[in-house]
């Protein structure tokens, strides 16, 4: 029991610090090239991690030889949490978006309060400190049954966490009724992929539509703005795992630029260039004309932030997030394919919701 306890914690450890990897912008920006093998580098840890909690409910447990209880109380709640809002992550088909972005919120807590229980855990061993034999930590028989019950406090846990959702009713409780609490989510986090984001003003921005056209443009902020705007509430999901729920976009459908510039025949892709000078995308004519697929310059009614991608980003809320570029600066229309910034680096071009990555 002693080992498979530190294979859960050597599992455990890889995992989160792949998670870190896979989240913390300053870090992803770094590993980008890497991205999509951490990824599945990712995956494989938190399955290991899954088979290390599961264990004890399928070998011989040994008589006689008494645990700590909170050495495996904690690692089996908290664990059985990571584990269901990780798989929660991972299967975005599975499950409501509303419970996915919760999951992904508790995912990360629950992981660093586990890891701070391990740090815990591991100064009072190299100081050789030993906890009273009876009480909170004292020493309990390996029963199955206890492990049955603990893994299941970790499973009502996450339901309660993520489809009841107590802070929601909380606040709504708190408030002056449900109308006056948001049920949109909020973004995890904003990435770049140059490490800094491009400056520009209203009154200096440009968007060059040209390509195969007859009637190649440049727009500036109030010419595109004066574009048929179009309102849609959408979910958004991050190829990382974290999703957005009930997202509202405002901006000019696909079809406003194709009247505007008139297409030749030729014409089977749209490109799309970003104000950093390295991002690139690239959707199919009939992908870019797709009933959801916008130029979007407000998110739940406001202007766009830096981050976000102000002043105009590119929305294509059935695919992953990577094909939505931020801070649009040309549109091309051609009849070649382009291999997008993404795209070179492993990641798929046709992105759609619940593919392989």
Same mark, same amino acid.
């Given at each position: 029991?002693?080992?498979?306890?530190?294979?859960?914690?050597?599992?455990?450890?890889?995992?989160?610090?792949?998670?870190?990897?896979?989240?913390?912008?300053?870090?992803?920006?770094?590993?980008?090239?890497?991205?999509?093998?951490?990824?599945?580098?990712?995956?494989?840890?938190?399955?290991?991690?899954?088979?290390?909690?599961?264990?004890?409910?399928?070998?011989?447990?040994?008589?006689?030889?008494?645990?700590?209880?909170?050495?495996?109380?904690?690692?089996?709640?908290?664990?059985?949490?990571?584990?269901?809002?990780?798989?929660?992550?991972?299967?975005?088909?599975?499950?409501?978006?509303?419970?996915?972005?919760?999951?992904?919120?508790?995912?990360?807590?629950?992981?660093?309060?586990?890891?701070?229980?391990?740090?815990?855990?591991?100064?009072?061993?190299?100081?050789?400190?030993?906890?009273?034999?009876?009480?909170?930590?004292?020493?309990?028989?390996?029963?199955?049954?206890?492990?049955?019950?603990?893994?299941?406090?970790?499973?009502?846990?996450?339901?309660?966490?993520?489809? @009841?959702?107590?802070?929601?009713?909380?606040?709504?409780?708190?408030?002056?009724?449900?109308?006056?609490?948001?049920?949109?989510?909020?973004?995890?986090?904003?990435?770049? /992929?140059?490490?800094?984001?491009?400056?520009?003003?209203?009154?200096?921005?440009?968007?060059?539509?040209?390509?195969?056209?007859?009637?190649?443009?440049?727009?500036?902020?109030?010419?595109?703005?004066?574009?048929?705007?179009?309102?849609?509430?959408?979910?958004?999901?991050? /190829?990382?795992?974290?999703?957005?729920?009930?997202?509202?976009?405002?901006?000019?459908?696909?079809?406003?630029?194709?009247?505007? /510039? @008139?297409?030749?025949?030729?014409?089977?892709?749209?490109?799309?260039?970003?104000?950093?000078?390295?991002?690139?995308?690239?959707?199919?004519?009939?992908?870019?004309?797709?009933?959801?697929?916008?130029?979007?310059?407000?998110?739940?009614?406001?202007?766009?932030?830096?981050?976000?991608?102000?002043?105009?980003?590119?929305?294509?809320?059935?695919?992953?997030?990577?094909?939505?570029?931020?801070? @649009?600066?040309?549109?091309?229309?051609?009849?070649?394919?382009?291999?997008?910034?993404?795209?070179?680096?492993?990641?798929?071009?046709?992105?759609?919701?619940?593919?392989?990555?």
């Amino acid at each position: 029991m002693v080992r498979l306890h530190y294979y859960s914690i050597a599992s455990f450890i890889f995992l989160l610090l792949s998670g870190i990897a896979l989240f913390w912008q300053p870090v992803h920006t770094i590993l980008i090239p890497y991205l999509p093998v951490l990824y599945q580098l990712h995956i494989l840890f938190g399955l290991i991690f899954t088979v290390t909690l599961l264990i004890p409910l399928f070998v011989k447990l040994p008589i006689g030889k008494l645990l700590r209880r909170l050495d495996w109380l904690l690692p089996m709640v908290l664990g059985t949490a990571i584990v269901l809002t990780g798989i929660f992550l991972w299967k975005v088909t599975w499950f409501p978006t509303t419970w996915r972005s919760l999951a992904f919120r508790w995912h990360g807590w629950i992981s660093y309060g586990l890891g701070g229980w391990f740090i815990i855990h591991a100064i009072y061993k190299a100081v050789s400190y030993r906890p009273a034999n009876r009480g909170i930590n004292g020493y309990i028989d390996p029963e199955r049954r206890r492990f049955l019950k603990w893994m299941g406090y970790g499973v009502v846990g996450t339901v309660v966490l993520t489809v @009841v959702d107590p802070v929601r009713l909380w606040k709504v409780a708190a408030s002056e009724g449900a109308n006056s609490v948001s049920t949109t989510g909020t973004f995890a986090e904003y990435y770049t /992929v140059v490490n800094g984001y491009p400056t520009m003003t209203l009154s200096n921005y440009k968007l060059q539509i040209d390509g195969l056209v007859g009637n190649p443009t440049t727009l500036d902020w109030t010419r595109f703005q004066a574009l048929p705007a179009l309102t849609q509430k959408e979910n958004f999901h991050c /190829v990382t795992g974290w999703s957005v729920a009930g997202v509202e976009w405002t901006g000019v459908h696909l079809s406003s630029i194709v009247n505007l /510039v @008139v297409p030749s025949s030729a014409v089977k892709y749209v490109h799309f260039y970003s104000f950093d000078g390295v991002y690139t995308e690239s959707l199919s004519l009939a992908e870019a004309l797709g009933e959801s697929v916008m130029l979007a310059y407000k998110l739940d009614g406001a202007p766009l932030s830096t981050p976000q991608g102000f002043p105009v980003r590119l929305v294509v809320p059935k695919m992953y997030g990577y094909k939505s570029i931020k801070w @649009v600066k040309r549109v091309e229309f051609s009849d070649k394919p382009l291999t997008g910034y993404w795209e070179q680096r492993g990641y798929p071009n046709e992105a759609y919701i619940g593919s392989a990555i």
